[in-house]
């Protein structure tokens, strides 16, 4: 009994390379259901072994960090040479001393791509600047092809999207408070009629225009691109509002679905 304790315990201690090829030996000295049964725990801990050595298999290092080929050699002798560039991932939890810099080369990664993509945000909006208004629902406020209708339609960055801000005074940056004239991709102007907001296809002169106010807290003065803004206009004060794809111009509030924010139109 002593003995068969003993062989047990030693096969559930083993590696999985060891225990498939016990199984394999234990296996060919039996027949019938027991045999097929002992197969099947065969083929498993064969997948088991498989894994084990993929999992011990390709790792990879932190490109171009300090120490990295000191990392690749240590990385190197712990999976048996066997170096490859698989997730990094796989040998972070092997490796708990990368922990800190794999952490730290992501931060700065993360950083780099807000910074790219926020590049322009912060300089001020100057009249006859192309810029973009987006909803709180992250869908852009653009003009229809021959229509008065303006929608809030999708989050794809279109040419009907483009928008020209102007100031009454044709130069300088935009400002709060400003009346200004926001220009369709396909001539027009923005327009609030009643609780409609259109485009009216007219000359500039023969437009209201909007007043543009930026957001409480944010601050007032000059306009900047990621600013939150909000367009009054139309002979009861009403603002600008987007419910779903539909831009309209119903209340007197500065509310959530009257907030958009402006950023410089870019090309795709």
């Given at each position: 009994?002593?003995?068969?304790?003993?062989?047990?315990?030693?096969?559930?201690?083993?590696?999985?390379?060891?225990?498939a090829v016990d199984t394999g030996k234990f296996c060919a000295r039996r027949s019938g259901a027991a045999g097929a049964a002992v197969r099947r725990l065969g083929v498993c801990l064969g997948m088991v072994t498989a894994l084990s050595a993929w999992?011990?298999?390709?790792?990879?290092?932190?490109h171009s960090s300090a120490g990295a080929h000191e990392q690749f050699e240590m990385l190197a002798t712990r999976s048996g040479n066997r170096v490859g560039f698989g997730s990094v991932h796989q040998h972070i939890t092997r490796s708990p001393e990368l922990v800190v810099m794999y952490a730290a080369k992501k931060k700065a990664t993360k950083k780099s791509k807000e910074a790219a993509s926020t590049a322009s945000e912060g300089e001020t909006i100057q009249s006859g600047d192309e810029v973009v208004l987006i909803s709180r629902t992250g869908c852009y406020i653009n003009a229809e092809e021959r229509s008065e209708d303006i929608k809030a339609r999708a989050k794809i960055l279109a040419p009907r999207a483009k928008l020209i801000i102007e100031n009454e005074a044709d130069k300088g940056p935009i400002k709060h408070g400003d009346r200004v004239y926001i220009k369709g991709f396909n001539g027009g102007y923005f327009d609030i009629q009643g609780d409609r907001a259109r485009m009216k296809m007219a000359d500039k002169s023969r437009c209201n225009g909007l007043e543009i106010w930026k957001k409480q807290g944010t601050g007032q003065g000059e306009v900047f691109s990621g600013d939150a803004i909000f367009l009054k206009g139309g002979e009861r004060g009403t603002y600008i509002d987007v419910e779903e794809q539909n831009v309209q111009a119903r209340w007197p509030d500065e509310g959530k679905w009257q907030e958009l924010h402006i950023e410089f139109w870019r090309e795709k």
């Open positions: 009994a002593q003995a068969k304790y003993n062989s047990l315990h030693n096969f559930v201690q083993a590696s999985p390379e060891t225990m999992a011990k298999g390709p790792v990879s290092f932190i």
